[in-house]
C-alpha cells in the first residue's frame, strides 16, 4: 500500500475476516439444519448450554449484540420448545432465559458439530486454538479501543 492508495481488497485484513466468518457460517449451516437452528440460535443455546438460566442482558453482552436484535432468535427458540422468556419479578423489563427439556437434551446432538467444524478447518487443533487465542485478542483489542 502506498501512502495516497488504500491497497487492494486482499490487502485487507477487515476483508480476511469477513470472507473467513462468511465461510465459517456457511459451513454450519447443513450442520445445524437436521437440529432446526440458525447458527445465531446455536450461539443462544452454546450460551445456555454453559449457563442456563441466564439474562437476556447477558447473553447479549456475550455475543456482543443488543437484546432488542435477539429478540426475535429468542421467540423463534421459544417457539420451537427449546428455551422459556421469564420475567423477572421484581423487574419487568429484565428477562431470564431458561432451557426447556427438549432444549437442554439437543446439547447432545449438537456434541458433533465442533468436530466437523475442526476438521473443515483443515488446520493442526495446536494451530486451531492459537487462532483463537489470537483473534480474541483482536476482538478484545478493538473493543478496548472503541471504549
Not at 447479549?60 to 427458540?77: D, H, I, M, N, Y
Request: net charge neutral; with cysteine.
Amino acid at each position: 500500500m502506498t501512502k495516497n492508495q488504500p491497497g487492494t481488497i486482499d490487502q485487507q485484513l477487515c476483508f480476511s475476516l469477513y470472507s473467513a466468518s462468511l465461510a465459517m457460517t456457511q459451513l454450519y449451516k447443513p450442520l445445524l439444519e437436521p437440529l432446526g437452528l440458525t447458527y445465531a440460535q446455536y450461539l443462544i443455546m452454546l450460551i445456555l448450554w454453559e449457563k442456563d438460566g441466564i439474562s437476556l442482558k447477558d447473553i447479549g453482552e456475550r455475543l456482543g449484540q443488543k437484546s432488542g436484535a435477539l429478540t426475535p432468535v429468542l421467540k423463534r427458540l421459544e417457539q420451537d420448545a427449546l428455551v422459556e422468556r421469564i420475567r423477572d419479578t421484581r423487574d419487568e423489563r429484565a428477562l431470564s432465559i431458561k432451557l426447556t427439556t427438549k432444549g437442554d437434551a439437543m446439547r447432545h446432538e449438537a456434541a458433533s458439530v465442533g468436530p466437523c467444524i475442526a476438521r473443515a478447518c483443515g488446520m493442526p487443533l495446536p494451530d486451531l486454538i492459537d487462532l483463537k487465542a489470537r483473534l480474541d485478542l483482536l476482538r478484545s483489542n478493538l473493543h478496548a479501543g472503541q471504549e
